[in-house]
């Protein structure tokens, strides 16, 4: 018989954290008991798992020790608080925030692209998820810079309200209906007017003019591929769409790989589905692909005219799911059936 784990998940009253839940169920993680954690303002409510409610807890003074497997998604300072107290306890976290990204000694964790980083959990007992946005990219890249050795990347990326969170969401939904009803529109969560716009900027602004976001991209592709040579200019740019981000993607590469190759080797790659028909409709989009769904979609693959050794794609997944829970929860599952 296959042994079963406590499991405890940081933020489940959230919208990330309420999709591990969902995700953990549906792939049928091998849980015990699990842990729903929130701050104490939500103690009292409970979560549905597996038809059962489950009454969530104060992640304060919640004993980490009955824990084998953490997945937290509360925030950096919450994970900055609870995720070495919960590794110090013995229960192993992957952590879905910033906070631990670009520490030398955690790894950095797509399940597609270096699995076998999980290895390095061991001296803290975290494991760090990476950016929604550098994910959904890395997952698509990886088996052509395994082919082609990719040097350069610049990327556009158009990113849900998701990625803000509920209040980012709730506020496209006021907006979009203020408008509707011929209403003066307020902008308070995301700098200026989401609905039917598009705004560049995510997070904040750093000295070198790049927000955060974008320098997320630069750090965390040279450590998840293990690669401080490559270069990654980024755009950051947050759209009116609930879920799902898109990117635009060129990259160079050291050897020449042409559009058909390109298609040839992402459509074996795992976790990777390629639409790239050319006819309207042939390619992805975050509504119609991405949103609820766990692939990495790939489409508008060709040669870059401008540059010899140059690909173009357009990359659309879901960043909840995939760019958050998803990877979590296949984290966890690696880790269980490889290392505790």
Known sequence: MSRSWNVAVLGATGLVG??????????????????????????????KFKGIDVPVLDVETFDFSKAQVGLFSAGASASKI????????????VDNTSQFRYQDDIPLVVTEVNPHAIAGYRKHNIIANPNCSTMQMLVALKPL??????????????????????????????????????????????AKQIAFNCVPQIDVFLDNGYTKEEMKMF???????????????????????YVGHSEAVHIETKRKVSAAQAREILSRAPGVVVLDDRQPGGYPTPV????????????????????????????????VRKGAALNSVQIAEILVKDYL
């Not at 995700?23 to 008991?33: A, S």
């Not at 350069?152 to 496209?172: F, H, P, W």
């Open 18 to 47: 309420q999709t591990m839940l969902s995700i953990l169920e549906q792939r049928n993680f091998p849980v015990d008991k699990l842990y729903p954690l929130a701050s104490a303002r939500s103690v009292g409510r409970s979560i």
């Open 288 to 319: 119609t692909e991405g949103a609820g769904a766990d692939p990495v979609y790939v489409g508008r693959i060709r040669e870059d005219i401008s540059h010899d050794r140059g690909l173009n794609l357009w990359i659309v997944s879901d960043n």
């Open 219 to 241: 750090w965390e592709t040279q450590k998840i591929l293990e690669d401080k040579t490559i270069r990654v200019n980024a755009t950051a740019v947050r759209v009116g769409v």
């Open 145 to 190: 810079h395994d082919a082609a050795q990719i040097e350069r990347i610049n990327v556009a990326t158009y990113q849900s309200v998701s990625g803000g969170g509920q209040k980012a969401m709730d506020e496209l939904t006021a907006q979009a209906r203020a408008i509707g009803a011929g209403e003066p529109v307020t902008a308070k969560v995301i």
């Open 82 to 93: 609870h995720a070495p107290r919960a590794g110090a306890a013995g229960c192993v976290v």
